[in-house]
């Protein structure tokens, strides 16, 4: 019932910024936090950005002021701007939400992630 839909990947030179966007279908915006994670050939999954049902963000501290979470209730989409991008931003991207109406703040942890989308490939070049 629950789709996450990712769009906006692609290839760029390092300085350059890219939207991700994620459009959520079948799923309630109060149900607990969104976010995203990415994973790098060969490594584990990673936390990007999140932001709760409170509102508070929460960024890894390898995107900080980079990065910009931001929801958009009326599309239902989330979106990822990133900018000035570097090699080390290249992975698969993938959105997430939780289905925890008692979660508050942020989701940090791939264990806390209740669905996921397929994933969109960003590759950085130097």
């Known amino acids: 019932q629950v789709q996450l839909v990712e769009s906006g990947g692609g290839s760029l030179q390092a300085g350059g910024s890219l939207r991700l966007s994620c459009t959520a279908s079948?799923?309630?915006?109060?149900?607990?936090?969104m976010g995203w994670f990415r994973q790098a050939p060969g490594k584990d999954r990673e936390f990007v950005s999140s932001?709760?049902?409170?509102?508070?963000?929460s960024y890894a501290d390898s995107v900080k002021g980079r990065f910009t979470i931001s929801l958009d209730n009326a599309k239902n989409t989330m979106y990822l701007q990133m900018n000035s991008l570097k090699p080390e931003d290249t992975a698969i991207y993938y959105c997430?939400?939780?289905?925890?109406?008692?979660?508050?703040?942020?989701?940090?942890?791939?264990?806390?992630?209740?669905?996921w989308g397929q994933g969109t490939q960003v590759t950085v070049s130097s």
């Open positions: 079948g799923y309630t915006y109060n149900s607990g936090c």
């Open positions: 997430a939400a939780q289905n925890r109406r008692s979660w508050s703040g942020s989701c940090t942890m791939v264990a806390w992630i209740d669905y």
């Open positions: 932001r709760g049902n409170d509102g508070t963000t």
